[in-house]
């Protein structure tokens, strides 16, 4: 096979994997070399007396790459799929039905801020409010959210963008199993590439846990820094373990402080 059909076929593979992931996948991002593979020819003795002749001889490499070249596919442009937008994300989250989850929400909750954000907030899961609403962090959960940002100088309408690891709502709120975290996991993932926040601030246990890879219990978790590809994370309480139990309260501030104390650190 030809170089040129090789790509081809890299180029299709590449395109078909970003329209069902959302985005250019790391895997993709750096294009192999490619190489024309020498031609194997296989005769049968038994045939070749009778063989007839075709009417115009054509090496058999040429012949190769000329089959190739009339059956593949135009690929489309590599960048077909990096330059994705939030809206286009948006929208792929909105028609997903990869879990049984789609099966019981009122709504899918991909969330909510602005395009640009310098900090992007990830909850565990969406709650009652959020799946009537079809917003994240709505409700009583939400005003103590909104409070705790604006504390620190942060807000959904002007430097925030709020999400949640999974996109719907676990019956009667339970935690999310494995293959639903998997579904959801890469729309996370494209989340991040798209906003490109300077900060995230992961607040609860499933979320922490499943964008970090960790097992760690919140009580080492929280107030400490992380990184997901060199973005700077911060865990800390969600405000559902605060509403349940105000003990929470004075730690969870803290950490915001250290928050914020860093991501004035960044910005100057």
């Known amino acids: 096979m030809k170089k040129e059909a090789k790509k081809q ?21 750096t294009e192999p070399e490619f190489q024309d593979s020498p031609d194997v020819v296989i005769e049968n003795p038994a045939l070749k007396s009778n063989a007839p002749e075709p009417e115009e001889t054509i090496p058999t490499a040429e012949r190769s790459s000329k089959t190739a070249v009339a059956t593949a596919p135009e690929p489309a442009p590599a960048s077909a799929h990096s330059g994705l937008t939030l809206q286009a994300l948006t929208q792929k989250i909105l028609n997903c039905s990869r879990c049984e989850l789609c099966n019981g929400r009122k709504s899918i909750v991909a969330g909510a801020g602005v395009p640009e954000p310098e900090v992007l907030v990830i909850g565990d899961t969406p709650d009652y409010e959020a799946d009537l609403q ?26 925030c963008y ?26 996370l993932e494209a989340q991040i590439k798209v906003l490109k926040p300077k900060m995230i601030l992961c607040m609860g246990r499933i979320a922490a846990q499943t964008l970090l890879d960790s097992d760690e219990p919140m009580a080492n978790m ?13 865990v800390t309480y969600h405000p559902n373990a605060l509403l349940k139990n105000a003990e929470l309260k004075k730690p969870a501030w803290e950490d915001l402080k250290e928050f914020r104390r860093k991501l004035d650190e960044l910005e100057n």
């Open 9 to 29: 076929i890299y180029d299709l593979l590449k395109t078909i994997d970003a329209s069902n992931e959302g985005f250019v996948r790391d895997v993709f991002k």
């Open 134 to 159: 079809g917003i994240p962090a709505v409700g009583k959960m939400g005003e103590l959210l909104d409070k705790m940002l604006i504390a620190i100088k942060l807000d959904r309408k002007t430097n």
């Open 162 to 187: 709020i999400t949640n690891l999974i996109k719907c709502r676990p019956p009667q709120d339970r935690e999310p199993s494995a293959q639903e975290k998997d579904s959801c996991f890469s729309f």
């Open 222 to 234: 929280h107030g400490k820094f992380y990184e997901y590809n060199k973005t700077p994370v911060m």
